[in-house]
């Protein structure tokens, strides 16, 4: 049997141990979870990390395939998953490969469908693209006459005046204006990022997520189980060494009174 | 990484892949669709413009607005074909409809995109549409008989088999032309 003393001490140093290893953690939670306990009157609710490695962080980062294209004094935007008229968003369509405008609607063109929307940013028809043989839509683009052209491989597709059906062109054409990506203003380009990451992340949500560990992702939450464990450990520790101690106390006072 | 893992990862990816597969199902394209409808020879494609009463007459059977301003439509001695999204939970549920003069002779889940509900897909339901016409109310004169957990989606095939038929009924179709 181990002697009680030695039995103290190991209890003693293994709460030493645990002792000094989370009293970083447990400020470092007394700070988080006091400010989270005022976190409405800190208004932290209401702040927005702007910071773009923590937005990347939690997935939030600028669209990878932001494009811009310029048509007729505005501005369609494509964000990979989403198209903007102006800033504003219309709909979800994949990557954009090119824009016009055509009979008071615009085109807007994706690699497999074709958006017409309202000078409004209405959309009018969504057209899948799919005329028999075609590939996927490489570009988009006007001829001098104003009919829309889609570039599919070697192809070239003519659309009708209402955008209802597509010509694949027998002869040559004469130089389509293709449509390009363009760099847009400043602020065109922030409104469509701030759309994207939509309301963003707060103050206080990522707070609550650094007091929880769940910023880290699964390992995170696993090492603040282990903490919580060690704090755990300290209580118990502690409350017997106390309990060892006031003994030790009345056992010597006893001792001292014979 | 050891081989027993990679093993593990391996087998991991292919009983997910029939999952990641299932999560949006193209039954028939759309092109496809209007040739069946037409038997490889479609008319030109024709145009219906949302708005005004129809437009107000599809917010009300959809309980929402269409999520376009023009839809097109095939039409063939009072027949029409028409391809009509609608959203089941989330994501829209593309559907083609043939209607031969005042019923429904087809409906047929086009695209699918939802991850559960993909029973409506099955003829086993969608056959429950052939001959439903509208009642004097504008209502589908037939129950559809529901699927369990695909409530949703049952209701958007009933809404746009209902949108359909009034379409029909509001172009000059009907009358053959």
Known sequence: MVPKSKRTSVTRRWHRFFGAGSAIFVVFLVVTGLLLNHSHSLTLDQKRVSNPLLLAWYGLGSPEKLKHFAVASNWLSFTGTRVYLNGSAVTNVAEGVGAVSSGGMFIAASGAELLLLDKAGNLVERQPWGPPGAGPIDALGQLENGVVVVRSGEQLWLADAEMLTWQLSDGPVNSPSWSFPGTAPDALRQAVIEQYRGHGLSLERMLLDIHSGRIFGTAGVIIYDLFALALGFLAISGLILWLRGRRNVRRNGRFKEQ | ?177
């Not at chain 2, 437009?55 to 607005?65: E, F, I, S, T, Y």
């Not at chain 2, 839809?71 to 031969?100: F, H, M």
């Open chain 2, 1 to 177: 990484m050891s081989l027993k893992l990679k093993k593990i990862l391996v087998g991991l990816s292919c009983l997910l892949l029939p999952l990641m597969a299932a999560a949006s199902s193209v039954y028939e394209t759309q092109a496809e669709f209007v040739e069946r409808a037409f038997s490889g020879s479609p008319p030109e494609p024709r145009v219906v413009w949302l708005s005004g009463e129809r437009k107000l007459a599809v917010q009300q059977m959809l309980g929402h607005d269409y999520a376009a301003l023009r839809l097109r439509y095939w039409c063939q001695a009072q027949r029409s074909a028409w391809i009509l999204d609608e959203i089941g939970k989330e994501l829209p549920i593309t559907v083609g409809v043939i209607i031969n003069s005042d019923y429904i002779e087809s409906l047929r889940v086009l695209t699918y995109r939802e991850n559960r509900g993909g029973e409506v897909s099955t003829p086993a339901f969608t056959d429950q549409f052939y001959g439903v016409a509208l009642d004097d109310d504008g209502a589908l004169n037939a129950a559809i008989d529901g699927i369990s957990g695909a409530t949703l989606s049952v209701h958007a095939l009933t809404r746009l088999a209902n949108m359909a038929l009034f379409l029909h009924s509001d172009t000059e179709c009907k009358i053959g032309t």
